[in-house]
């Protein structure tokens, strides 16, 4: 009986994880298609993206309005690194790695305080912070599921002796 508890709770921490480590890939699906609305001259975006792709976009739409469009790629090219980078903190974190989520944490943190030094709309910081939030949440799940699966194989060894 003990055992069924610990796996049911297991389960719900693996998608309280999975859940936290799912904030990367959205903050860089929606940084990404905020960098094409940018680079195709659209005026909207998204307010869960990140702070330094847009900075990179609107000052190389600007340059190339004098330097020409090469500077408008090299810019996308950033934001595709940056991106990218988000990405792999993202698949880090659903394997369960620590250090995904803290950098992950510290990098859209920082993130953050661009957008309160931009002097950016209060929902655009409270979106951050919320999402910082579940990123952290992420980050406790995985340490609890760590004990979680030490209970577990503890059990499971009482109960083969």
């Known amino acids: 009986m003990e055992n069924e508890k610990l796996i049911e709770e297991k389960l719900r921490t693996e998608d309280a994880l999975k859940n936290g480590a799912g904030w990367f890939y959205w903050i860089a699906g929606l940084s990404l298609i905020n960098s094409l609305l940018v680079f195709f001259d659209s005026d909207w975006g998204f307010i869960a993206g990140l702070s330094i792709t847009q900075i990179i976009d609107y000052t190389a739409y600007y340059l190339s309005l004098e330097f ?3 500077v408008s790629i090299i810019g996308l090219i950033l934001n595709f690194v940056i991106i990218g980078i988000f990405v792999i903190l993202g698949v880090f974190a659903n394997k369960g790695r620590n250090w995904g989520f803290i950098v992950g ?3 859209y ?6 957008l309160v030094f931009m002097d950016d709309p209060f929902i655009s910081v409270a979106f951050h912070l919320f999402a910082l939030y ?4 992420g980050y406790q799940a995985n340490k609890q599921l760590r004990e979680i699966i030490s209970n577990i194989d503890t059990q499971e060894s009482i109960e083969l002796n």
């Open 68 to 70: 020409g469009s090469i």
């Open 105 to 107: 944490f510290v990098l």
């Open 109 to 114: 943190g920082l993130d953050t305080l661009l």
């Open 134 to 137: 579940s990123i952290f949440r």
